[in-house]
C-alpha cells in the first residue's frame, strides 16, 4: 500500500475526510475509489458515496476478497446512514465472514455493529440484543466501543431502562473521549441529552406533568395501575394487558382511568370510544358490550362499576391508577418520531421501521406535508422526507413499542 493511501486511510479514521481526499481525489485505482468514496459519506453526499464504493468492490474483485469485504462493509454503512433500510444485509453477514476468516476482525466487528443498528433501527430488539451479545468490545479500538455502548443505551431507552441506558452512555463518553472524532462525540452527546429530555406525560387525578425516562422507569415498577398510551398496554407490577388491537376497549379505559377515582359519563365514554355527538340506543347497546368486555379484561386488577351517570374504576390491589401519555398526541408521532433523526428517510424506509404499510406511510406524510411539518426532497423514487426535530423531548419514545418482545 502506498503512502499517500495510508495517510488518507488514517485521515478517515480520525474524522477528517477533507484531509484524505486531498489525497487521494484525483486517483482511480481500487483503493483510493474505496476511500473517496468513504470520504464523500462523512461529508454527506451518500449517493456518490455509493457509487465509489460500488466501483471499488467491483475493481477488487473475487481475487481479492479481503479488500472486497470492506468496501461491502461501508456499502452497508452507507445505506443504514442513507436510511435505505432494504439493503441486503446477507452480503454484509458473508463480508464479515471474509474479514473475520482474515483475520481481519476490527472491521467484522463494525459490520457486525452496522447490523445491530439497522435491526435497533426496525425495532427488532430481541434480535439486535441476540447479535450485540455475539460482540465482544473489550478488544476493539474506542471508535467501536463507542458504537457498542450506543447500541447499548439505544436498546435499553427502546426497553425504558433509563438506569441502564446512563450506564452505557457513561460507557460511550469515556471511550468517544479516547477515539477523539468529533462526529462520534456529537452523537454521544446527543444520546446524552435524550436522557433528560421530557418522554412522557403523566396523567392522574384530574392533573398532569412531564416525565423523565428514569421517572417512567419507576413507574413501571410501582404499585400502581398504568394505563400506558404509548404502547397500549395496562399494566401493574407483573401483570401486563395487552389493548394494541383493541382500541375501544383501551380508549374506555384510558378515559376511566384518567377520572379515577371519579366516574365518567356516558355521553363522555361514547365520545371518546366512539367518536360519537348524539348518542342513541344503539350506541348505549354497544357501550353495554364494550363495557362488559373490559369489566372482564381487568377483572385481575379492577372492577368496573356502574353508577347512575355512568362508569367508575374500583381498584383490588392496587393504590393508585395514572395514565402515562406521550408527551405530544400527535396522530402521526411514530413518523415524527424516526424523522426528527435529521436524516432523509424514504416512505418505504419509514414502512419497514414502523412495520405498516407504504401506503400507510404515504398517507401519514401527505397530512403533514400539508401541516409543513415534513418536507420532501427530489422525486419519484428517489424522493426523501426530512422533518426538524421536536425540540426538548425524547422522540426515541414516540417510536412505536416493541410489542412481540415483552
Given amino acids: 500500500m502506498d503512502s499517500l493511501i495510508t495517510a488518507a486511510g488514517h485521515a478517515l479514521a480520525a474524522g477528517d475526510p477533507l484531509g484524505a481526499l486531498k489525497r487521494v481525489a484525483l486517483r482511480d485505482d481500487p ?20 457509487d465509489l464504493v460500488k466501483r471499488a468492490a467491483r475493481a477488487f474483485g473475487a481475487k481479492e476478497p479481503v479488500a472486497r469485504a470492506r468496501c461491502i462493509v461501508a456499502e452497508a454503512e452507507i445505506a443504514l446512514v442513507s436510511r435505505d433500510l432494504n439493503w441486503p444485509s446477507k452480503a454484509l453477514d458473508t ?60 436498546i435499553a431507552m427502546r426497553r425504558l431502562q433509563a438506569k441502564k441506558s446512563r450506564a452505557a452512555i457513561a460507557d460511550a463518553q469515556r471511550a468517544a473521549r479516547l477515539a477523539r472524532i468529533p462526529a462520534l462525540t456529537a452523537e454521544v452527546d446527543t444520546a446524552s441529552r435524550l436522557l433528560d ?14 416525565l423523565l425516562l428514569d421517572d417512567v422507569e419507576a413507574l413501571q415498577n410501582s404499585k400502581a395501575i398504568v394505563i400506558d398510551a404509548c404502547r397500549h398496554v395496562i399494566r401493574c407490577q407483573k401483570t401486563e394487558l395487552s389493548l394494541a388491537t383493541r382500541p375501544v376497549l383501551f380508549a374506555l379505559a384510558r378515559a376511566l382511568g384518567e377520572a379515577w377515582p371519579a366516574d365518567v ?15 342513541d340506543d344503539s350506541h348505549r347497546a354497544r357501550l353495554r358490550v364494550e363495557m362488559g368486555r373490559l ?3 381487568l377483572a385481575p ?20 391508577v395514572v395514565v402515562l401519555a406521550r408527551p405530544v398526541e400527535e396522530e402521526h408521532a411514530t413518523v415524527l ?18 412495520g405498516t404499510s407504504q401506503r400507510s406511510v404515504q398517507r401519514a406524510l401527505d397530512e403533514l406535508a400539508v401541516e409543513n411539518k ?8 428517489a424522493r426523501r422526507w426530512t422533518s426538524p426535530s421536536l425540540p426538548g423531548l425524547a422522540t426515541m419514545l414516540l417510536l412505536p413499542p416493541p410489542l412481540p418482545d415483552h
Fill in 197 to 210: 429530555a421530557p418522554a412522557a406525560r403523566l396523567i392522574a387525578r384530574g392533573g398532569e406533568r412531564v
Fill in 337 to 354: 418520531a424516526l424523522l426528527a433523526d435529521g436524516e432523509a428517510w424514504s416512505s418505504s424506509a419509514l414502512a419497514l421501521a414502523l
Fill in 95 to 154: 463480508a464479515r465472514l471474509t474479514l473475520d476468516a482474515h483475520g481481519d476482525h476490527v472491521n467484522a466487528a463494525y459490520g457486525g455493529y452496522l447490523d445491530v443498528r439497522r435491526l435497533l433501527l426496525i425495532g427488532r430488539l430481541d434480535e439486535a440484543e441476540r447479535k450485540l451479545g455475539a460482540l465482544d468490545p473489550a478488544p476493539l479500538p474506542p471508535a467501536l466501543r463507542t458504537a457498542h455502548a450506543l447500541v447499548v443505551a439505544g
Fill in 301 to 320: 386488577l379492577a372492577e368496573v362499576n356502574a353508577t347512575k351517570p355512568g362508569f367508575a374504576l374500583v381498584l383490588r390491589r392496587a393504590r393508585d
Fill in 295 to 297: 369489566r372482564k379484561l
Fill in 374 to 381: 415534513v418536507q420532501p426532497l427530489g422525486r419519484g423514487r
Fill in 265 to 279: 359519563s356516558r355521553e363522555t365514554l361514547l365520545a371518546r370510544a366512539f367518536r360519537a355527538r348524539h348518542a
Fill in 31 to 50: 483503493p483510493a475509489l474505496a476511500l473517496r468514496g468513504i470520504a464523500m459519506a462523512q461529508l454527506g453526499d451518500f449517493a456518490r458515496a455509493k
